[in-house]
């Protein structure tokens, strides 16, 4: 099988954990988005994903009503592993080397979900026992990160976060955006790949 064609065939799954990561990535950057068919995927685009929107990502996904009430960021996580898993495989199983750039991607990729360390911080507070606690922990939460009067991006930018309880937040939204854009980048390779072939 030509490297192409073993591209192609990985593809196939690739696209399904694609789809999985988007659902997860529109149920916390865009609340009030019912289809995942309405998350935009485009390289030189932005989809209007504001630091604010992560205020709701502790409820239940109005998208993935299959997944029951679990809060939204605990299916993004799980839907972020699987895909990173699946790159990690195919970069260890395809050798890339009359695509390079797919490689440079799916590496970055991988570079991006292993470097960030957010995670076990931003799901504390749903590991909080007490119910009433843990509502009141997730609303003040979600009040920071609503909070006008704060420019958390700016703030960390400047270094100023560092320890802050809001630093994790910002991590998770840089993270998401960067993760967001190279799967862009990908589908682009993918779709100029599958140009080339022969009818």
Not at 96 to 101: C, L, T
Not at 178 to 193: F, P, T
């Amino acid at each position: 099988m030509s490297e192409k064609d073993e591209i192609i065939r990985r593809d196939r799954i690739m696209q399904q954990l694609i789809e999985l990561y988007l659902e997860g990535y529109a149920s916390i950057a865009i609340p009030n988005k019912q289809s995942v068919s309405e998350v935009h995927i485009n390289a030189a685009d932005d989809d209007e994903f504001a630091f604010s929107d992560l205020a709701g990502m502790y409820e239940p996904s109005l998208m993935i009503q299959k997944k029951g009430v679990r809060p939204s960021i605990e299916i993004f996580y799980e839907n972020e592993y699987k895909l990173a898993k699946y790159v990690m495989d195919v970069i260890e199983n395809v050798d890339f080397e009359f695509y390079p750039e797919l490689l440079n991607i799916l590496t970055a990729f991988c570079e991006t979900y292993i470097k960030s360390d957010e995670k076990d911080m931003v799901l504390w507070p749903l590991t909080i026992d007490n119910a009433d606690n843990k509502k009141l922990v997730i609303a003040a939460v979600s009040e920071m990160i609503k909070d006008e009067k704060q420019d958390w991006l700016a703030q960390d930018a400047q270094g100023e976060l560092d320890g802050d309880r809001m630093k994790p937040y910002v991590a998770l939204y840089l993270k998401v955006r960067a993760e967001r854009r190279l799967i862009a980048k990908y589908m682009q390779e993918i779709k100029n790949m599958k140009c080339d072939m022969p009818l």
